[in-house]
T-cell receptor, first 115, second 112 residues
């Protein structure tokens, strides 16, 4: 079984500043992937960033980067130079083993960006 | 690449009625997934297909739910004898290999 915990129900940040969203997970799989998805009010799930567990290097996508601590089972998302369009619900998710694509999601963190 | 398409976007129905949703995946993606999301929660896995074969079903998928993917192309999710507890967003996603999912915009179901 896999579990994902997002301990921050809500976060806020000033435009142009940096914010970090926390996520911890548990899985018995040795080979797995971690994701952050963004869900704006339109409710479309948009992939923000993906991390392969076997890679030690933290994934980066433009202003988005992760801090992957495998031993601690921690996977936080850092958003730099925050923009108003970053305001959304953010979900952390994990998949692995024989059921790739069967994602287990966290409860989500609502991010508010103040101008 | 036109993305994952789901229809309808919204469905309002009365309790006890049957409803059917459709998902058109990204072409050549052989994996297709259905998820359900209630307000304020993360999506929960329902079922997935590899080509036309339904390989896994969640315990969340009661006998009133059935999904098909004829010929490994589009998929349908049918709910029979809807209940108010079925009210949720139903999300479809497709993937070439399961390592990266692309989601549709979902179908919002409201059961009155």
């Amino acid at each position: 079984a896999q579990t994902v915990t997002q301990s921050q129900p809500e976060m806020s940040v000033q435009e142009a500043e940096t914010v970090t969203l926390s996520c911890t997970y548990d899985t018995s799989e040795s080979d797995y992937y971690l994701f952050w998805y963004k869900q704006p009010p339109s409710r479309q799930m948009i992939l923000v960033i993906r991390q392969e567990a076997y890679k030690q290097q933290n994934a980066t996508e433009n202003r988005f980067s992760v801090n992957f601590q495998k031993a601690a089972k921690s996977f936080s998302l850092k958003i730099s130079d925050s923009q108003l369009g970053d305001a959304a619900m953010y979900f952390c998710a994990v998949t692995g083993g024989t059921s790739y694509g069967k994602l287990t999601f966290g409860q989500g963190t609502i991010l508010t960006v103040h101008p | 690449d036109t993305g994952v398409s789901q229809n309808p976007r919204h469905k309002i129905t009365k309790r006890g009625q049957n409803v059917t949703f459709r998902c058109d995946p990204i072409s050549e993606h052989n994996r297709l997934y259905w998820y359900r999301q209630t307000l304020g929660q993360g999506p929960e896995f329902l079922t997935y297909f590899q080509n036309e074969a339904q390989l896994e079903k969640s315990r969340l998928l009661s006998d009133r739910f059935s999904a098909e993917r004829p010929k490994g192309s589009f998929s349908t999710l049918e709910i029979q004898r809807t209940e108010q507890g079925d009210s949720a967003m139903y999300l479809c996603a497709s993937s070439p290999s399961g390592e990266k999912l692309f989601f549709g915009s979902g179908t919002q179901l409201s059961v009155l």
